[in-house]
């Protein structure tokens, strides 16, 4: 499989498939196709498709095979981002934000990944449900805004704000950290709690979160109160 990422602000991956070759996607994702792909809509079994319910993605999987040598298939970004491309490996698993798989080689597989403690799961919004990659192949994922990405050594740590973490090595630690001072809670904006990542490991820092721009849009509709 050979791939290529275009765009910029809306990004689209295209792949080129030889024949027998798959991609899996969840369903909506493909934005085109040569006649040569041959589309197949499984749910995978009914703890895989619970799993990807609760790691924010859709119930049913697409299967894209090409029938013929030099199938072509795009999958395009749903909210202007990036697309970033991983090569996942056994013992080399990858941990995204919810709803950030888009497409993988049929051999990559999605699951869920819970946070283990119960604080990060009460407060620690994208830290707590995520989506954990595994297997072996090419995964793409769609992240909000610019992708700032950082390796940490072992023991060092970076204070992520909610929603901000788009992916991790799964070698790394996260968990939830309280803002200090009652007049940074309440005065500081940033909220009651961040999310805290020790390395070893490499992260991938979004920088506009949907759930923030959602945040900001919302001082311009009318209330109904």
Request: proline share 4%.
């Amino acid at each position: 499989m050979k791939y290529e990422i275009q765009g910029e602000t809306l990004p689209v991956v295209i792949c080129e498939l030889n024949a027998g070759e798959s991609m899996i996607t969840e369903s909506g994702s493909m934005a085109w196709m040569t006649p040569n792909m041959k589309m197949e809509t499984t749910a995978g079994g009914l703890g895989k498709a619970f799993g990807r319910v609760f790691s924010g993605e859709k119930i049913f999987q697409n299967i894209y095979t090409a029938q013929s040598d030099f199938g072509k298939i795009a999958f395009a970004s749903s909210f202007p981002g990036s697309i970033k491309a991983f090569q996942i490996a056994p013992g080399s698993d990858m941990i995204f934000q919810k709803s950030a798989f888009l497409a993988s080689e049929r051999s990559v597989e999605l699951s869920v990944f819970f946070r283990k403690k119960l604080t990060a799961g009460l407060f620690g919004g994208e830290g707590f449900i995520m989506q954990r990659v595994s297997g072996h192949g090419i995964a793409f994922a769609e992240f909000d805004g610019h992708v700032v990405e950082y390796e940490l050594l072992p023991g060092q740590q970076m204070v992520v704000d909610t929603g901000y973490l788009a992916a991790m090595t799964a070698s790394c630690t996260m968990d939830v950290q309280t803002v200090h001072g009652a007049k940074n809670v309440l005065f500081g904006g940033e909220g009651l709690f961040n999310t805290v990542i020790t390395g070893p490991g490499h992260i991938w820092l979004q920088t506009m979160p949907i759930s923030s721009v959602a945040a900001a849009l919302m001082r311009f509709f009318p209330s109904n109160n």
